[in-house]
């Protein structure tokens, strides 16, 4: 079965420090992954896509199909980092999405 | 930039009432889906709709639950006879295809109660 899992409902760092984001995912095939993220009061927004190896807002993200991991990375946190971020799979020829629980990230000052 | 654009933002309808969600995907995109969250849960895929039919559904979309495209340019979900469980936020999603080089747009999210 398909499942993606974002161990940690919250994750509160302070400004300035590393932040990884867990998520592990149950797939028979070749995953396709996703970051969205949710900001307060705001719309889900694609931040990043394995496919594309690229660093959004800092974030970088690897696709680890050993460990089946796509942890969400950054080196420094701000504190307009704070939001909620889903990790996602894109399943079958419909490209529907399967969501992980959402992980929300608290970045004191 | 374009955007999803789905109305109302909050619906309250009394339990057994028909309810529509309204969505407006972007233009040129072919994909269309529907998803919900129930509070303190995650993002669940309802439904998945292209070429003027579903193309997939999840169990959660019972016979209580329809998709239209009446008119090239809006979406709607339906749901017939709506019970207290269906109390959730919807959230409507397009792409311009299946793939992920094509990612799914997602619009503000319909907050659905039902009493």
């Known amino acids: 079965a398909q499942r993606v899992t974002q161990p940690e409902k919250l994750l509160s760092v302070f400004k300035g420090a590393p932040v990884e984001l867990k998520c592990n995912y149950s797939?028979?095939?070749?995953?396709?992954l996703f970051w969205y993220v949710q900001y307060s009061r705001q719309r889900l927004q694609l931040l990043l896509r394995h496919i594309s190896r690229e660093s959004i807002k800092g974030f970088t993200a690897d696709l680890n199909k050993g460990e089946t991991s796509f942890h969400l990375k950054k080196p420094f946190a701000q504190e307009e980092d704070s939001a909620m971020y889903y990790c996602?799979?894109?399943?079958?020829?419909?490209?529907?999405?399967?969501f992980g629980q959402g992980t929300t990230l608290q970045v004191k000052p | 930039e374009p955007e999803v654009t789905q109305t109302p933002s909050h619906q309250v309808t009394q339990m057994g009432q028909e309810v529509i969600l309204r969505c407006v995907p972007i233009s040129n995109h072919l994909y269309f889906y529907w998803y919900r969250q129930i509070l303190g849960q995650k993002v669940e895929f309802l439904v998945s709709?292209?070429?003027?039919?579903?193309?997939?559904k999840s169990e959660i979309f019972d016979d209580q639950f329809s998709v239209e495209r009446p008119d090239g340019s809006n979406f709607t979900l339906k749901i017939r006879s709506t019970k207290l469980e269906d109390s959730a936020m919807y959230f409507c999603?397009?792409?311009?295809?299946?793939?992920?080089?094509?990612?799914?747009?997602f619009g503000d999210g319909t907050r659905l109660s039902i009493l």
């Open positions: 996602a799979l894109s399943h079958s020829n419909t490209g529907k999405l399967i």
């Open positions: 999603a397009s792409g311009r295809t299946e793939y992920s080089n094509q990612p799914q747009h």
């Open positions: 797939y028979s095939g070749s995953p396709e």
């Open positions: 709709f292209y070429n003027n039919e579903i193309s997939e």
